[in-house]
């Protein structure tokens, strides 16, 4: 492991789980400081983003960081943010997730194949929002790791940019994965913290609702958001193994 993700683990595995209204991890200064600048100086070009949904978030924008997109940039920009990767994702970051949430642990222990990852650098621009929802059965854990620009913390709705997270006023409602929810049937508990190198962690369940505050003002939202994925089907769905 190295140094940078070293780092990383330690402040994942110092943070205290928050369980209202579900269980999360908020951990500040996730990546090593020095890294954290090389990532925001190396930010994607404008013309490297493609919209997410077209559909439906026609305000978000990602570059897919994979190992293809690595390649193409080459030199500082790729090492920058393989570093980056490998700080939310490796076997160490796995298994502590796994200490820390029931819910990795219990299907850790009955996957075909180990997890791997989807991990996506993210611009949202002005009147992006998202209803409240849990994400896919198909994720083992999310990290969302907030990367302002310059300037944008004097911005006032900045406090509103941070992923909200939802408690349903019916307290039996259960989601299903990435089906979408009426605002008007949950209440805002807490907004993760949208400040530099402040990264927030959980489990999805039934009960992991959150989402995008809508705000009125221009605004520009600077994240990368890391998926652990995995097959989900349990064993008695799939036969004998």
């Not at 620009?149 to 909200?164: E, F, I, K, V, Y």
């Not at 927030?200 to 809508?214: I, K, M, N, Q, T």
């Not at 003002?217 to 998926?227: Q, S």
Request: net charge negative; charged share 20%; proline share 10%.
């Amino acid at each position: 492991m190295t140094a940078d993700a070293s780092y990383a683990l330690n402040r994942l595995s110092d943070a205290a789980i928050n369980t209202d209204p579900f269980p999360h991890l908020l951990v500040s200064d996730f990546l090593p400081a020095d890294l954290y600048a090389r990532a925001c100086a190396q930010w994607p070009d404008p013309a490297a983003f493609g919209v997410f949904q077209t559909d439906e978030l026609p305000s978000r924008h990602q570059v897919q960081l994979t190992d293809r997109w690595l390649a193409q940039c080459g030199g500082e920009r790729a090492l920058t943010w393989r570093a980056v990767r490998d700080c939310l994702f490796n076997p160490d970051v796995v298994a502590l997730m796994a200490e820390r949430f029931p819910q990795v642990r219990d299907k850790l222990a009955w996957v075909d194949a180990p997890p791997v990852l989807n991990v996506r650098i993210i611009e949202d621009h002005t009147s992006h929002a998202m209803l409240p929802h849990t994400d896919i059965e198909a994720t083992l854990f999310s990290m969302l790791l907030y990367m302002p620009a310059d300037g944008a913390l004097s911005n006032p709705q900045a406090p509103q940019l941070g992923t909200a997270l939802y408690r349903p006023r019916d307290p039996d409602f259960r989601g299903r994965g990435m089906d979408r929810y009426p605002r008007a049937d949950f209440d805002l508990v807490a907004q993760a913290p949208y400040r530099p190198n402040h990264l927030l962690a959980y489990a999805p369940s039934d009960r992991s609702f959150h989402g995008v505050e809508p705000v009125a003002a221009p605004c520009e939202r600077r994240l990368l958001i890391a998926f652990a994925v995995m097959e989900t089907r349990h064993p008695s769905q799939r036969g004998a193994r």
